[in-house]
């Protein structure tokens, strides 16, 4: 039998929790060893139980999960995150893994992989649920849209430079370059220029 897995639920709706809680007590190598409604609650438990692995909602009231999640990478890097989401959107995924979650799993995924998203988590590996391998894809060729003049800019913007250093190194107005920009955002679904870099830079976009 597998060795045991300790378990973290987080999630701000106490059915969801209740479920997930009887889920993994089918599975005699899966332990809970607490709950949280919140992203507050879950650090201040990740903390004190050192669980293995986080079940963690993304939208709650207060601290969400992505900022949870980036807290317990930063306090106890060595607990797995696994974000556990009803939403699909190709952002949160993107925010998902800066925030430094090991992986993915839809609340209507079957209890199976559930259990093989834990485990892999556990192992430190990554693991995303296959429903969302296609919302990933969309996302590679959105990048692969790219012109090489808009990877020219977000690498001048990565290292350091502000649009007018840029429009000059460029030869090119700062007109010019915002608009580059505004176009990079909206290839990458980003928020901020920050984020279009952070993106740019886990998939190798950019150096």
Do not use: W
């Not at 045991?4 to 332990?31: K, W």
């Not at 004190?48 to 909602?57: E, G, H, L, T």
């Not at 959107?89 to 090991?102: F, N, P, V, Y």
């Amino acid at each position: 039998m597998p060795e045991e897995i300790t378990c973290l639920i987080v999630d701000d709706h106490e059915v969801v929790r209740d479920g997930l809680r009887l889920s993994l007590s089918r599975a005699p190598h899966m332990r809970v060893i607490g709950e949280a409604s919140d992203g507050a609650g879950a650090v201040a438990l990740v903390e004190s139980r050192r669980p293995q692995v986080v079940i963690m909602d993304v939208r709650m009231p207060g601290m969400d999960g992505l900022e949870a999640t980036r807290l317990i990478k930063e306090k106890i890097p060595e607990t797995a995150v696994l974000i556990f989401t009803a939403y699909s959107e190709r952002s949160l995924l993107g925010k998902g893994l800066e925030s430094g979650a090991k992986g993915y799993i839809l609340k209507e995924a079957p209890h199976a992989t559930l259990l093989r998203a834990i485990e892999k988590v556990a192992g430190g590996e990554s693991f995303v649920d296959p429903a969302l391998i296609p919302t990933f894809l969309t996302g590679k060729e959105q990048h692969d849209m790219l012109t090489v003049r808009e990877r020219e800019i977000l690498q001048l913007l990565a290292d350091g430079l502000s649009n007018g250093d840029v429009g000059a190194r460029l030869l090119i107005s700062q007109e010019t370059v915002k608009s580059h920009v505004r176009h990079i955002l909206a290839k990458l679904d980003a928020d901020t220029r920050t984020h279009a870099i952070a993106i740019a830079l886990r998939d190798a976009i950019i150096d």
